[in-house]
């Protein structure tokens, strides 16, 4: 499972190093799902840069005090000449939150180091994303994803990260996600979705690329599986015909219709799923 923390830079600093390896958080609810074995996203919030750590142990106090006198100074975050003290933690926790809920020790350890932020906006109103899709096509059939959020089929693709060109995005996701190496044709549209999950709405803006594959992929249905920013995924893929695109409930469906009747158009495509 996958949490994330935002950190200021000095202790992202002090993790990024491998100088902290004991996050020190207030054990309420959000904090009870971490388990060992879990991976923690923590954003700088000067930087915004991101690392990824592995959760290697869980380790419950009634208070700081014992937390601190359990671990060593420099492993939570202290100089060698630091004189450490419990009260610091109260610049962030108040003493009647400490008292009811105690406090966790999350020992970690860097598993990736400086992470490029995806474009995306995520709130409780809602999500924005700025993504891309891969469209490639032999021998009249689609290569296309099994969803995981719904029955039916998306296109390959994943998100623009920061300082990134969509087209260079095109080009890392073809290689992470399809294992090979991909050259793009051309932009075949532009699409503004939206969609809703859980009463929320979800607001994105995909370009789609007809491209080449420079290795050629198996012709039957395939899996490949893929680290994204230290989380393993699995991708199974599957050739549809592309007479047939209606009958295997595509997503977005204005970009299924346009490679049906009009590949050759480009287009800024508006459509709600």
């Given at each position: 499972m996958l949490h994330t923390m935002k950190l200021q830079n000095y202790p992202f600093q002090k993790i990024k190093t491998g100088n902290k390896t004991i996050e020190m958080r207030l054990n309420d609810e959000k904090r009870r799902k971490i388990n060992k074995g879990d991976i923690i996203e923590f954003q700088n919030v000067v930087t915004n840069e991101i690392i990824?750590?592995?959760?290697?142990?869980?380790?419950?106090?009634?208070?700081?005090?014992?937390?601190?006198n359990n671990h060593n100074k420099i492993s939570i975050g202290y100089e060698k000449d630091d004189v450490v003290n419990p009260d610091d933690m109260l610049k962030y926790y108040e003493q009647e939150k400490i008292k009811k809920y105690g406090v966790v020790g999350i020992q970690i350890k860097l598993i990736s180091n400086s992470i490029t932020p995806d474009i995306e906006i995520d709130n409780l109103f809602g999500s924005f994303k700025f993504r891309v899709g891969l469209v490639l096509i032999k021998d009249n059939?689609?290569?296309?994803?099994?969803?995981?959020?719904?029955?039916?089929?998306?296109?390959?693709?994943?998100?623009?990260?920061?300082?990134?060109?969509?087209?260079?995005?095109?080009?890392?996701?073809?290689?992470?996600?399809?294992?090979?190496?991909?050259?793009?044709?051309?932009?075949?549209?532009?699409?503004?979705?939206?969609?809703?999950?859980?009463?929320?709405?979800y607001n994105e803006i995909v370009n789609y690329y007809l491209i080449n594959v420079k290795n050629d992929l198996p012709t039957h249905s395939f899996v490949i599986e893929e680290m994204d920013k230290g989380i393993k995924k699995i991708h199974q893929y599957e050739w549809l015909e592309i007479k047939k695109l209606k009958e295997y409930n595509l997503r977005p469906l204005g970009v299924a219709n346009l490679i049906e009747n009009d590949l050759e158009s480009n287009q800024i495509l508006v459509t709600r799923n």
């Open positions: 990824l750590c592995e959760v290697n142990n869980l380790f419950y106090y009634k208070n700081f005090s014992e937390l601190y059939k689609l290569l296309c994803v099994k969803s995981k959020r719904f029955d039916g089929y998306v296109f390959p693709g994943g998100h623009v990260e920061l300082g990134e060109l969509a087209c260079e995005a095109a080009l890392r996701e073809g290689k992470e996600e399809l294992n090979t190496e991909i050259e793009i044709k051309n932009l075949l549209c532009i699409n503004e979705n939206i969609y809703y999950q859980n009463n929320k709405p």
